[in-house]
């Protein structure tokens, strides 16, 4: 009987812990869709950011260079190219074309980049520093030629400790399944809300 009692009694705990978690998750992300903000000088982490669009339902929003990167601009065995000279000076912030965001409207940010020397381009510093992004919920993701997100994921936290960083995830040729499993980890709450719709 003792027993039965004692089951019954954790199985509550665990039912009333398991509720106060998917209360937690729902305060932080609020009813608002995700933005997924991402730069992609040659296509590939933009395909990985209308993955996260389509399976959150989020709005996507492009970070576009006053100046677009060319070719030469992309290439790192010359010293002297843009993309070089822009990563040796941690203090460069290339020009973003001036296009409408109404930033206010979300909680929960995904921004993507590509990597350049193991870091994120200077335009995201660029887009962080031109946005109050104070409280939101920031969730990197990245593509690359193999390196991981860690070091940029640190750099940015490092640079800007006062924002809410998740840890991201480093997306090269992730399917739509585990850009779905991802998410489903992080925000348990935003695919059960669009499996409403
Ligand atoms: C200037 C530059 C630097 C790069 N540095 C790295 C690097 O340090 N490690 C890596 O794995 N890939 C590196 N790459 C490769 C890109 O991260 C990779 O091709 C990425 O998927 C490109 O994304 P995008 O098509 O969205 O621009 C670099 C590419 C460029 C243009």
């Not at 992609?40 to 399976?55: C, M, N, W």
């Not at 992004?133 to 994921?153: D, E, N, R, W």
């Not at 399917?175 to 669009?194: A, C, D, E, G």
Request: aromatic share 10%; proline share 6%; net charge positive.
């Amino acid at each position: 009987m003792n027993k039965i009692i004692l089951t019954l009694t954790a199985v509550m705990i665990l039912s009333f812990a398991a509720c106060a978690q998917n209360k937690g998750e729902k305060s932080m992300l609020t009813e608002n869709k995700p933005l997924v903000v991402y730069f992609s000088a040659t296509g590939t982490t933009a395909k990985a950011a209308r993955t996260i669009a389509e399976v959150t339902g989020g709005t996507l929003y492009e970070i576009v260079p006053q100046q677009v990167y060319t070719p030469d601009d992309l290439d790192w065995n010359d010293r002297k190219s843009r993309s070089s000279v822009e990563m040796n000076n941690p203090q460069a912030r290339p020009a973003l074309k001036d296009m409408k965001l109404d930033i206010a409207a979300y909680d929960v940010i995904f921004i993507g980049y590509p990597i350049w020397w193991n870091q994120a381009p200077r335009i995201i510093n660029s887009f962080i520093e031109s946005h109050d992004l104070k409280g939101k919920t920031l969730v990197p993701f990245a593509t690359s030629g193999g390196s991981g997100i860690t070091g940029s994921v640190k750099d940015l936290k490092r640079a800007y400790p006062d924002l809410k960083w998740q840890d991201g995830k480093l997306l090269n040729g992730a399917s739509r399944n585990t850009v779905q499993n991802w998410v489903n980890n992080m925000f348990p709450y935003i695919p059960k809300k669009l499996a409403m719709n």
